[in-house]
């Protein structure tokens, strides 16, 4: 019998050992399979879209679902899938760009709270405590009411409710980021604070905060909405789910279709992205290896 | 010899014009942290001097304060809680712990230089140990990115590591422990520092490792002539690449001179401790010595002797004034009222 032995077995590739990981886990693929799939809703929206999402159709009020109204059409004779189908855009872009500005804010506050502590963190740490005292969705209301019912204003105030999150996770990563050696040899070759900041830093806490975003884009979603709900988000007649299901809940026993679609794709949506975020935190995560 | 000449000050030694002119003179070094008693220091009136080409060890056991005077003399002391309370450390006329920390930060990779002890950690995992290597060039020479390259591979090869261009784009996770701490070795003198300080470059190393990098770090000291203080416990080393010695024991200097008078004469019992403690190939000759205990924390420091809990030979005086650094031959210094040995034999009983 001979025994090869591969001398010089050169490591698997981090990144390879990620992908790797996160494509064995099967919650993990159905969330990305999700995700992918209203994105590219989201993208093909204007060929998908079967009739106009916006113009009335008084002959076609309330219409159970058929061949030419695949899932019915609402109060005003619109219908729903076409109505669905460009809201995805609504949905999406609320959770996206929310996600990005939260991320976007949060994130350089919490390098600098995290790295140079002292009065600056002591000042960044306890305004993120008192924003994060106030319930997201409160939060996000009361901003968005003060802002005016828009869409742009909706994810505006949905991403400042997010970011005391960032903040303090971020804050958190670095405080261990900044104790590692590495930082240190970064200093004893004289690099300055932002150059270290940026380059040794910042890469070595992203794993984290980008599950976390990943998380909070369906928070993010589910905020859209409820801000649309309540009429603080997408404004009529442009559709996003929360709106419909707003008007829906009026005809909740007559035509539960009116809610039955967008509540689903809501539903499917956010267990997307959270399936998609909890397989990322887990290939991410290097204990489990 | 009267006593009384024995006991100058060494320190008052130290300020007398010596032959060479050091590159770096230490003169009563103190750093606190806050948050201990007053009077404790964790590095204590430390003094000594490097010079130009020439290797200075720091000897001590974990906790001795050798560390924290590595970092005190390169600007990385985590301030607070530490805090410099005294002292000047002259580097080339200047006195380090005075500048601004921009101008720390100008000499710091390029005048001084430092090798820490973990190798496996002090790397960047998210770059390619070339572009690490590449970044603390560019920080202090005005050449472009294409020559700080070459350097950086010019700097692989000095450290004898093999297929350089290929280790250039190689991730820290995919070298060995030795090859990280080559690679440490070459970000350090890529700037061809005066002055390298290596805290326990080979304390993390296995031990054929470790020859090995103190081989290259001593080949490489020889070419450049630079100036190096070595912090180590282990003796062994000590005895291999040392021309000065330093032991420090809980913050202050117990001994100090040259390599051979240190390993040939230890005069202080803790030194001779030290000493005793090393274990050596061949027969045995009874078993190894131990020094009992440990060093006290801040709170329990003696007045006298920070030594003397765990002294053979200590008695009431130790206990209760602390001895003077004295020099007790010529460029020996030890801190024990009872140094040189010889002369008390009524301890040694």
């Known amino acids: ?289 | 010899m009267t006593r009384t000449q024995a006991l100058r000050s060494s320190e008052d030694r130290l300020h007398q014009a010596q032959g060479a002119p050091s590159l770096l003179r230490v003169e009563n070094l103190s750093v606190r942290f806050d948050g201990s008693p007053d009077d404790v220091n964790v590095v204590d009136h430390v003094s000594f001097s490097v010079e130009k080409g020439k290797t200075l060890c720091i000897v001590g056991e974990s906790g001795c304060g050798k560390s924290v005077t590595a970092l005190a003399l390169m600007g990385l002391l985590p301030t607070p809680p530490a805090r410099i309370v005294a002292g000047r450390a002259l580097f080339a006329g200047q006195d380090l712990l005075a500048l601004p920390e921009r101008q720390r930060a100008d000499m710091r990779g390029n005048q001084t230089a430092m090798i820490f002890q973990e190798p496996m950690t002090s790397l960047n995992p998210v770059f390619t140990v070339g572009d690490q290597i590449t970044e603390g060039i560019l920080r202090h020479r005005a050449i472009s990115k294409a020559a700080a390259t070459e350097r950086a591979l010019e700097m692989l090869r000095r450290v004898r590591i093999p297929a350089p261009e290929k280790r250039m784009r190689a991730y820290p996770h995919e070298l060995s422990g030795g090859m990280r701490q080559r690679v440490m070795i070459a970000m350090a003198l890529a700037n061809e520092p005066q002055l390298l300080i290596a805290d326990e470059p080979t304390t993390a190393l296995d031990v054929t490792i470790q020859a090995q990098i103190i081989a290259l770090i001593r080949q490489l000291q020889a070419e450049s002539g630079m100036a190096m203080i070595l912090i180590t416990h282990d003796l062994g080393v000590v005895a291999e690449v040392a021309d000065e010695v330093v032991v420090m024991y809980a913050g202050r200097v117990v001994e100090r001179g040259a390599v051979d008078d240190i390993f040939a004469d230890p005069q202080h019992p803790y030194t001779i401790g030290l000493m005793g403690s090393v274990p050596s190939l061949g027969r045995r000759q009874g078993a190894l010595t131990t020094i009992p205990g440990t060093v006290p924390p801040a709170e329990l420091m003696p007045r006298g002797c920070r030594f003397s809990p765990r002294c053979p030979f200590a008695d009431q005086r130790c206990v209760s004034d602390p001895p003077p650094l004295v020099e007790i031959a010529p460029a020996h210094d030890a801190r024990c009222w009872y140094a040189p040995l010889e002369l008390h034999r009524e301890v040694l009983r």
């Open chain 1, 1 to 289: 019998m001979t025994l090869a032995i591969a001398e010089d077995v050169a490591l698997p590739k981090k990144r390879g050992r990620i992908l790797s990981k996160f494509l064995r886990n099967r919650g993990a693929i159905f969330g990305a399979a999700l995700v992918l799939f209203f994105v590219l809703v989201a993208i093909a929206a204007p060929l998908l879209a079967t009739h106009d999402p916006i113009k009335p159709s008084f002959a076609a009020i309330r219409k159970a679902p058929s061949a030419l109204y695949w899932f019915g059409t609402d109060e005003l004779g619109r219908d729903v899938f076409s109505r669905m189908v460009i809201g995805a855009r609504a949905s999406l872009l609320a959770g996206v760009v929310s996600v990005a500005i939260a991320v976007l804010l949060g994130v350089p506050f919490g390098l600098i709270s995290g790295y140079f502590g002292g009065w600056t963190d002591a000042v960044i740490s306890r305004s993120t405590e008192a924003m994060l005292a106030i319930p997201f969705l409160i939060f996000a209301i009361a901003l968005a009411a003060f802002l005016g019912p828009s869409l742009t204003n909706a994810m505006i105030a949905i991403g400042l409710s997010a970011m005391p999150i960032f903040v303090r996770l971020t804050r958190g990563q670095v405080l261990t980021i900044k104790a590692e050696d590495y930082v240190e040899g970064a200093r004893a070759i004289g690099l300055p604070n932002f150059w270290i900041i940026l380059r040794y830093i910042l890469p070595n806490v992203l794993p984290p905060i980008l599950v976390q975003a990943t998380l909070t884009v369906a928070t993010a979603i589910i905020a859209e909405a409820s801000l649309s709900f309540l009429g603080l988000g997408q404004q009529p007649p442009n559709p996003s789910w929360g709106s419909m299901l707003n008007t829906a809940k009026n005809f909740m026993t007559q035509a539960p279709w009116m809610s039955i679609f967008p509540g689903s794709a809501i539903f499917l949506i956010v267990l997307g992205f959270n399936l998609f975020g909890d397989g990322l935190r887990d290939a991410l995560d290097p204990r489990e290896n």
